[in-house]
């Protein structure tokens, strides 16, 4: 008995290491229905930014409101937007042509006053599928997928997941820096990957994935090319793309995209909002 006792303390030891406990939680303050939030939100002082694949739509965030929506043509240019961030009164976007083969990304530019399309930035073929991007101190961050589930040739992995990468640009995006996801993080993804990334005003760098529940705080290691996971903090989100307020530091966006049951029932998406105590 005391052997099994012993036996079982060591596995609990084990699966504490591998998922850190949360010693912060995320307390829900706001929910809005948004049948754009397919994909991503970001926000600023006044607006949050429901996106989805050819849509950003711009909401009062105090009322729920819809003010403004941009929609690209179907077959056009733009096919699969992702994660976004609004800086200096610009929506940055992620976008990528998934789940197409070969993978390529773009990073697209809107006006947030006027919701008008005014850059892109071509990465290409490098890393996988873009899907965030954040500015914080003085460079771009920015995610890109790569899937166990079969999409490429052939109906092999989408890249596989264990390529996964953070790359660190400069302003003028410049390679500056690269990392990998730590196993403890790409075993809660299932097929899929990193969708969401932003960096909170502690200095912690906050992920998401496609799906669950939960946000994964990170730091970047002093040594190695392994992201250090701190700790999984439940949110009530789908996983996808996420953002810090910025004029609201501790207030964290997400999205709740509906089931297709849900959908059938009359449900739509929605944004919503937590705010993080520690």
Known sequence: ??????????????????TPASAASFKQTAEFKVP?????????????????????????????TLVAKWEGEKGGPIKHLDSGLVVDGKIICA??????????????????ASLKHVSSHSLGIHWGSLTWIDWHDGF?????????????PDKTP??????????????DWQWQEAWVLPKAILDRLEQMSNSGGSWGADGY????????????????PEMGSE???????????????IAWDRSDPKKLYGIIRATKAEKAAGAVHKVTVSELSE
């Open 1 to 18: 008995m005391m052997k099994k006792i012993l036996g079982a303390a060591v596995v609990l030891a084990a699966c504490a290491l591998c």
């Open 36 to 64: 754009e939030a397919n994909q991503a939100v970001c926000v600023d002082k006044d607006y949050f930014y429901a996106i989805d694949n050819r849509v950003i739509a711009k909401y009062d965030k105090h009322t729920g």
């Open 95 to 112: 976008h990528s042509n998934y789940p197409e083969w070969p993978m390529t990304s773009s990073v697209e530019v809107w006006d947030a």
């Open 140 to 152: 771009w961050w920015v995610g890109f997928a790569n899937y166990d589930k079969p999409y490429g």
């Open 158 to 171: 989408y890249g596989y997941k264990v390529c996964t990468t953070l790359v660190k640009f400069s302003k």
């Open 205 to 220: 760098l906050y992920l998401s994935g496609h799906d669950p529940a939960e946000v994964y705080k990170c730091r970047l």
């Open 227 to 241: 992201i250090e996971l701190v700790e999984i903090i439940p949110v009530n989100i789908r996983g996808q793309g």
